[in-house]
């Protein structure tokens, strides 16, 4: 608990500097929702060729990627300078990170903690407006609930999946590109449905990554939809649960590759 409260001061200070530019604040989230409206813009121009994507309409797809665009900007914005661990094992600056008295992690979420990742918010949750304002659906106080909790539990699993991505880092040091091709290529992957995808990459994305769980299955279940793969329906309610697995997983991770890291010598 201790580590987490010099987290958020040490983001909260970050925040007030970059909040101290007003100007420039403004446009690099302009910038941000640019940039995730971008995959929006693609959506729809498929869906001015196409009438379904693997079997939905473009309402559903819509929810998918608000979904998955919610998650990935929280977690991108909260962990997302994770990306930076590849520079500080390369000129040895991560024995610096291990001498301070704050859990490692930490140290590297709060380097360098960019609120302006929350153009990419936006952008999403205005289509997630847009798309529920639109869309009957039969509302029940554990779909609400599921609608609340899907977002968070997204974005742990991205969180994850960056700590997970990045820790390659301490085998080959210049993984930086690998890294994010499994981020923010899982952010790209997980705004459409997993029935687009060939078998392995559905297994890979559906169950091991697990990004399925990030708006997919809890996209069907709000929908009342059922899963053209068979699937079951209760696998919409398992996104938090899985989250907390993956967190698990990636922390099992990282604490493995921090024990392999020997430094480099600079």
Not at 51 to 70: N, R
Not at 127 to 152: C, E, F, N
Not at 161 to 189: C, H, K, M, P, Q
């Amino acid at each position: 608990m201790a580590d987490l409260a010099v987290y958020f001061r040490l983001a909260r200070a970050q925040i007030r500097g970059q909040l101290s530019y007003r100007g420039s604040f403004v446009m690099n989230c302009f910038g941000q929702a640019l940039a995730q409206g971008n995959d929006l813009l693609v959506i729809l121009v498929v869906f001015g060729r196409v009438a379904a994507l693997g079997g939905f309409d473009i309402t559903a797809v819509l929810l998918f990627y608000a979904l998955s665009g919610m998650s990935f900007g929280l977690a991108d914005m909260v962990v997302g300078s994770i990306e930076r661990l590849p520079t500080y094992v390369r000129t040895g600056a991560f024995d610096v990170v291990l001498m301070r008295p704050l859990a490692t992690l930490f140290q590297l979420f709060a380097g360098d903690f960019q609120l302006r990742r929350i153009g990419r918010v936006l952008t999403a949750f205005g289509t997630l407006v847009y798309v529920l304002s639109t869309t009957d659906i039969h509302w029940t106080p554990a779909k609400a609930l599921l609608l609340g909790l899907t977002p968070l539990a997204g974005a742990t699993i991205f969180a994850a999946i960056f700590v997970a991505a990045n820790s390659v880092s301490f085998w080959f040091v210049d993984s930086r590109e690998l890294a994010n091709t499994v981020t923010y290529g899982g952010s790209y992957l997980t705004s459409y449905p997993i029935t687009v995808y060939v078998g392995w990459l559905r297994t890979l994305m559906a169950y091991i990554v697990p990004g399925a769980f990030v708006a997919y299955y809890p996209g069907l279940t709000l929908l009342d939809r059922a899963d053209p793969l068979g699937g079951p329906s209760w696998l919409g309610w398992l996104a938090t649960p899985v989250a907390a697995l993956a967190a698990l997983v990636a922390g099992l991770i990282w604490r493995t590759a921090v024990r392999h890291y020997r430094g480099t010598g600079s």
